[in-house]
Each structure stands twice: as structure tokens, then as C-alpha cells.
């Protein structure tokens, strides 16, 4: 069964760093999606993306935060000048387009902002 | 933006036993989706149920939605210790005609003892 890919599985950083999360979506899958989780909390969603730009995003994903399709298989979260409430799980899913489509989600890339 | 909210936050059966776990939302949806997640990793797809549907099944799952009340049920009959998980309810907004931008609730998780 295809799935979604995330690498790092686990990244430690320190404050203040750039940290670059990737992502490889299911191929045909139009819709991505970064959601996060902080350790013991509930699944946050920051942001969707579709056609090349972002589609919503959420009060957390401020300018700290930016999304890239780089090239036709990766999709990446960079969060810039990153501070300790940043270490959470990130999540990254993708859907085909339309409502009523299930939305996979990738492993996680565990981040820890020491 | 719209957010489901389970109830109860944690469930503690005996193997064998059935699991109900319930879903209240705030505005009209689309469709929702249960997922299921294991400590520490990602986020399982259970099963989708449209505005339209009253009721869906998957091998021992059993999901209603009641669109009156704003309302959705998982039950998972005969429950095995290999269910201990967290269970998510994400519903996607019945506006967003393209976005299918889920949003989860805090989860309930749940304890199958052997």
C-alpha cells in the first residue's frame, strides 16, 4: 500500500536553529498537509497546500513557519529560528483533492528544541 | 474552524469487551473520520463517514453519525489488547468545497487489558 514518507524520524536542535522536515506524499495525491503534535496533546493542523501555494493554514503557522514543493515528490516544513515550544511531533499527509477523500498520514518526525 | 471533541478522554476495558467512544462537533461537515494512534507514531485511518450516512461498518468497527445532534460513535466489538491506542474523530467542513483540512479532537485513549 503506498504511504507517506518522513524523514528525519527524529531531529534534535538547538534554539534558534533552521529546521528543515520532509516529506514524500502518496505520488498521485494532489493535497498536502503539516499537523503537529505536542507530547501528550492533541493533532494540530498548521497547514494545507494544493496547486503549488498554501491553501489554509492555521493561527500557529506563523512566519516562523513556510512550506515548499521543491520538486514533484517532496514537500518540506522549515521552521525558522526555532524555539523550545517547537518540540512536538510533525506530521505530514497528503489526499487526493475533494471533500470525502482520506487523508494518510506519514510516521512523524520527532523534534526536540533544546 | 471545526474541531471534534471526543469523550471519554481515557477508557479502560477487559479484552473481549466492547468500546464505544464518542464524537460532538460544532458546525455542519462534510464527512468524519476516525484514526487511530499508537504511542509515538502516526496516525491510522479507521473509516470515513459522510453527512449522508447513518451508520458504516469495517470488521469489528461500527461508526454512527447523527447530523441532528452533531454526534458520532466508534465502537469496536470484542476488543483485543492489540486495540490499546489513542482514537481521533477529524471532520472536514461542509464550506471548503476543495479543502478536505481536517481538524482532530483530543482523542480518547483507550486501554485494552489482556
Known amino acids: 500500500e503506498p504511504e507517506v514518507t518522513q524523514t528525519p524520524s527524529h531531529q534534535v536542535t538547538q534554539m534558534g536553529q533552521e529546521v528543515i522536515l520532509r516529506c514524500v506524499p502518496i505520488s498521485n495525491h494532489l493535497y498536502f498537509y503539516w499537523y503537529r503534535q505536542i507530547l501528550g496533546q492533541k493533532v494540530e493542523f498548521l497547514v494545507s497546500?494544493?496547486?503549488?501555494?498554501?491553501?489554509?493554514k492555521s493561527e500557529i503557522f506563523d512566519d516562523q513557519f513556510s512550506v515548499e514543493r521543491p520538486d514533484g515528490s517532496n514537500f518540506t516544513l522549515k521552521i525558522r529560528s526555532t524555539k523550545l515550544e517547537d518540540s512536538a511531533m510533525y506530521f505530514c499527509?497528503?489526499?487526493?483533492?475533494?471533500?470525502?477523500?482520506?487523508?494518510?498520514f506519514g510516521e512523524g518526525s520527532w523534534l526536540t528544541v533544546v | 474552524s471545526q474541531q471534534g471533541e471526543e469523550d471519554p478522554q481515557a477508557l479502560s476495558i477487559q479484552e473481549g469487551e466492547n468500546a464505544t467512544m464518542n464524537c460532538s462537533y460544532k458546525?455542519?461537515?462534510?464527512?468524519l473520520q476516525w484514526y487511530r494512534q499508537n504511542s509515538g507514531r502516526g496516525l491510522v485511518h479507521l473509516i470515513l463517514?459522510?453527512?449522508?450516512?447513518r451508520e458504516k461498518h469495517s470488521g469489528r468497527l461500527r461508526v454512527t453519525l447523527d447530523t441532528s445532534k452533531k454526534s458520532s460513535s466508534l465502537l469496536i466489538t470484542a476488543s483485543r489488547a492489540a486495540d490499546t491506542a489513542s482514537y481521533f474523530c477529524?471532520?472536514?467542513?461542509?464550506?471548503?468545497?476543495?479543502?478536505?483540512?481536517?481538524?482532530f479532537g483530543a482523542g480518547t485513549r483507550l486501554t485494552v487489558k489482556p
Open positions: 499527509a497528503s489526499s487526493g483533492i475533494g471533500l470525502g477523500n482520506t487523508i494518510y
Open positions: 477529524a471532520t472536514a467542513t461542509q464550506y471548503s468545497p476543495l479543502n478536505n483540512d481536517m481538524r
Open positions: 463517514i459522510r453527512s449522508n450516512e
Open positions: 458546525t455542519s461537515i462534510n464527512n
Open positions: 497546500f494544493y496547486n503549488n501555494e498554501i491553501s489554509e
